[in-house]
């Protein structure tokens, strides 16, 4: 036995044959300290992870009210686009989706106004009610809506894989981030060809709307894979990824158009003919 006062070794005792300190009380002192030890630092990882929850909730607000200006700040400087990371998945994964409600109602309101115009043959696509003032909201644009997610899925897919195959992939996340942001200026072209389609436009709406797909499913992957290949590999293997990429894309989405868009198409002639 050691004492802790003189630190003169004993064999056995309650106190200490050259100081006279006592043992017990030592050992209740140094039981007392390894008892609030645990305890003390028990609370450490609890008040950490409420602490944590706190941010957390306080930081959800700010995400959602921040999208306004997270859409200002890429409209005005598309550029930036490329620079977003994994905090702004959500507003990319909101943004791929307010892109693709922009392009089903600019097809859903031209093909409602033709609709009137030819005072209503195309309802029996939908319904066996026969004919009514406008065309179904729910059925037309959903069909709508799912052709443009194949299109923007397909897309995607071409580009996580192009960026695995180029070595360091990027993260799922950041990619719907940065893709997201890409297609947000496309939006709002789909905004103007809703208004050529209220108005009636035919010719118009198809162009825009058109031009916002081909720019979607073709342009901005090939750019999206150049802007980040440059700093993976050579510029000419760039180039070629780069490519090869957007080939793919408009190849699955020639084979998705022949699969699904145009029966769909071949079911809306066939109704007008009925006429």
């Known amino acids: 036995m050691l004492c802790p006062s003189c630190h003169c070794e004993q064999a056995a005792g309650n106190f200490c044959s050259v100081c006279g300190s006592s043992f017990r009380e030592a050992d209740t002192y140094d039981d007392a300290i390894y008892e609030v ?39 005005k400087n598309p550029s930036q686009a490329l620079a977003s990371d994994h905090d702004h998945f959500y507003y990319g994964m909101l943004s791929i989706g307010i892109y693709m409600a922009t392009f089903a109602l600019s097809f859903y309101f031209l093909a409602n106004k033709i609709y009137t115009a030819m005072l209503g043959g195309l309802s029996t696509l939908f319904s066996e009610q026969g004919s009514q003032q406008a065309l179904p909201f729910i059925n037309f644009t959903s069909s709508i809506f799912f052709f443009v997610l194949l299109f923007v899925g397909s897309a995607v897919v071409c580009m996580y894989t192009a960026n695995l195959l180029m070595g360091k992939g990027m993260a799922f996340k950041r990619l719907i981030a940065q893709f997201g942001s890409v297609v947000l200026p496309f939006s709002c072209l789909n905004v103007i060809a809703i208004v050529f389609g209220l108005a009636g436009y035919t010719t118009l709406t198809l162009f825009t709307a058109g031009l916002s797909l081909f720019f979607t499913i073709s342009i901005l992957p090939a750019l999206f894979i150049y802007h980040h290949g440059l700093h993976r590999t050579a510029s000419t293997r760039s180039f070629y990824w780069s490519i090869g990429t957007s080939a793919v894309s408009m190849i699955i989405s020639y084979l998705i158009v022949r699969t699904f868009v145009l029966e769909f198409l071949t079911q809306i002639v066939n109704a007008g003919n009925s006429l």
């Open 37 to 75: 030890i645990p305890v003390a630092e028990s609370y450490a990882p609890a008040e950490s992870a409420l602490l944590t929850r706190v941010s957390r909730n306080a930081n959800e607000p700010k995400r959602l009210s921040g999208y306004t200006d997270y859409f200002q700040r890429i409209i």
